[in-house]
Structure formats: structure tokens, C-alpha cells
């Protein structure tokens, strides 16, 4: 599960919670220097507001 901190709602929460465009983390590695995360994703619904995957 991954969790971030919204700056708009002032909160932390996982993403999806709210919209139920839900990802299932397949696999986690990192970029070349190391210093950002980089997430396989499996969508488990609509990825974007408008119903349309991005």
C-alpha cells in the first residue's frame, strides 16, 4: 500500500480513497540515483475523472 500526504486536503491518505481509482502496486524499484521511487501499477479502475485511462 502506498501513502502520501495531500497538500490540498491537509491529510494522509492512499491514493484512490476517495475516487475508488484504486492501483495495485505489481513492483517497486527506484530511479537511477536512487532518490525517487518508481511503482509497476496495475489500475483497477478508470485512471483519470473523465472514465478514460491515462
Known amino acids: 500500500?502506498?501513502?502520501?500526504?495531500?497538500?490540498?486536503?491537509?491529510k494522509?491518505?492512499?491514493?484512490?480513497e476517495e475516487s475508488g481509482h484504486f492501483?495495485?502496486?505489481?513492483?517497486i524499484r527506484t530511479d537511477c540515483?536512487?532518490?525517487s521511487p518508481l511503482y509497476q501499477i496495475k489500475q483497477a479502475?478508470?485512471?483519470c475523472h473523465n472514465r478514460y485511462p491515462s
Do not use: E, F, N, T
Open 45 to 47: 479502475a478508470a485512471g
Open 12 to 16: 494522509i491518505g492512499q491514493p484512490g
Open 33 to 35: 540515483d536512487a532518490d
Open 1 to 10: 500500500m502506498r501513502i502520501h500526504y495531500s497538500l490540498s486536503r491537509k
Open 23 to 27: 492501483r495495485r502496486i505489481i513492483q
